[in-house]
């Protein structure tokens, strides 16, 4: 029983070995998804842990209409969403000047322009970039920059308008850039001092 195929069959027969493979299967994928979303492993956890609980109460839901893995991602991504609008105070507190300073601008580089290809940022030192943003700015960043969804959808599944998506992406790019060019600088400093 490794395949997906039989791995379904087995929890929609209730099979407690069935649940147990599928988690082990497709949880360090998800813990990776939810990383991108919290601020450290333990809401990583705690995210995927309630995901997993909406898949194995909900994979009678699955209709076979694309990968099973992409259909527990999405999942995943629901629980973070829901996971950060229930703890959501301030995060989308965005200033009416800075608003109208986005939308002139029209500032909608890519990541990879972010980050020149000579540079040496490490995937595990990107992701702690990251992970440090501000709960909006990462939220909108990852569903824009890694998940591919448009400003429009963003706005829809956090309940902000599409100014708000744009204004938030805007600040976790330079933020990210900060951080980028301080690291950048930090190895320098140290390859000179050597």
Known sequence: MNSDDQIIS???EGKRKAYNMLFRKHAPVMLGVCMRYCKNQIDAED????????????IGKFRQE???EG???????????????????????ADVNELEETISNGDEQDLENDIPDHLNI?????????????DGYR????????E??????????????ENTSKTQLLKARKTLRRKIEETIRYQYINRVAI
């Not at 259909?71 to 995060?91: C, P």
């Not at 939220?139 to 890694?146: D, H, S």
């Not at 591919?148 to 308008?161: F, T």
């Open 122 to 134: 490490g995937k595990e030192k990107l992701m702690q970039m990251i992970q440090q943003l501000p």
């Open 10 to 12: 087995g929890c929609l």
């Open 148 to 161: 591919n969804y448009s400003h429009k959808e963003i706005a829809s599944m956090l309940g902000v308008s």
């Open 66 to 68: 694309g990968s099973f």
């Open 47 to 58: 995210v995927m842990q309630d995901g997993f609980i909406k898949v194995f109460t909900q």
């Open 71 to 93: 259909w527990i991602k999405r999942i995943m991504i629901n629980s973070a969403i829901d996971n950060y609008q229930s703890n959501l105070k301030h995060a989308f507190h």
């Open 139 to 146: 939220v909108v960043f990852n569903l824009y920059a890694i």
